[in-house]
């Protein structure tokens, strides 16, 4: 048996035991873990292209709704020396599969104290530092409105200006959705939709979609303003889009 061998088979069963802790912490409570399985390689590239795109520049990152750590695996060998990564995740044993995934992460090899675990929620993370790359990985379309409304007012809060927050939303959610949700379950997702759609109208500066993803996905980039949000006047449509 040889390296690659070893090392491909290593991938598989890590690749299966958080697809199966994925299936476990959904039957536990979808509406915090969002998803029943890892986000893929596509997916990961997709967000995290802002720090590629701002290399070999020192960045403070932030990965917000970590989970198994499928997007901070493809993150953190982008890190570049004197650049920063906290890792926000409120679920206790997403967050400590994270600590270990850091701990053992050849990249991090004399590099203490680069990358931080914090178990919290986004909205309650004690911090004055301001981010260049917000990356979410937050389950938003199964929150409350109000609840999407106060994590991306923090977000903002926490993005240098000119910095940029990456985000996800699955492709067909809305019309799966409407076929099966309770009035009362189609009327909260309709009002997320009115959240994100007025801070992408705001806010976007590019949209892509990753059909490599098991479901395929949208990939938001927003930027927080150089200026104050009272002094800006209203894009075009065009860079709406």
């Given at each position: ?7 491909h ?14 299936l ?12 029943i ?12 292209a802002p720090?590629r795109?701002?290399s070999?520049?020192p960045?403070?990152v932030?990965?917000a ?7 901070t ?5 982008q ?5 920063c990564?906290?890792?926000v ?13 850091v ?6 090899s ?6 931080a ?5 986004v ?14 990985g937050?389950?938003l ?13 923090r977000?903002?809060?926490l993005?240098?200006?000119?910095g940029?927050l ?20 189609s009327?909260?997702h309709?009002a ?7 801070y992408?109208?705001?806010?976007a500066t590019?949209r ?14 927003l930027?927080?303003p ?13 860079a709406?889009?």
């Amino acid at each position: 048996m040889n390296d690659w061998t070893t090392s491909h088979d290593r991938v598989l069963a890590q690749r299966h035991a958080e697809g199966w802790m994925f299936l476990i912490e959904a039957a536990r409570d979808l509406r915090t873990t969002g998803a029943i399985a890892p986000s893929g390689k596509a997916l990961a590239r997709a967000l995290t292209a802002p720090i590629r795109i701002q290399s070999p520049h020192p960045l403070a990152v932030l990965e917000a709704g970590a989970g198994t750590g499928a997007v901070t695996r493809a993150l953190i060998p982008q890190l570049s020396r004197g650049s920063c990564l906290d890792i926000v995740e409120a679920n206790p044993r997403f967050a400590a599969r994270l600590d270990r995934l850091v701990a053992a992460h050849p990249s991090l090899s004399g590099r203490s104290g680069q990358v931080a675990v914090h178990q919290s929620y986004v909205e309650e993370l004690d911090t004055t530092r301001r981010y260049d790359v917000i990356v979410s990985g937050l389950p938003l379309t199964n929150f409350r409105p109000e609840q999407v409304e106060r994590i991306m007012t923090r977000y903002m809060e926490l993005l240098h200006p000119g910095g940029t927050l990456t985000y996800f939303a699955y492709l067909g959610t809305r019309r799966a959705r409407s076929l099966a949700a309770s009035r009362a379950e189609s009327r909260r997702h309709a009002a997320v939709d009115e959240v994100m759609t007025a801070y992408q109208r705001a806010y976007a500066t590019g949209r892509w979609t990753v059909w490599g993803n098991l479901p395929p996905a949208h990939v938001w980039h927003l930027q927080r303003p150089l200026v104050r949000a009272d002094r800006l006047e209203e894009k075009p449509d065009e860079a709406r889009r």
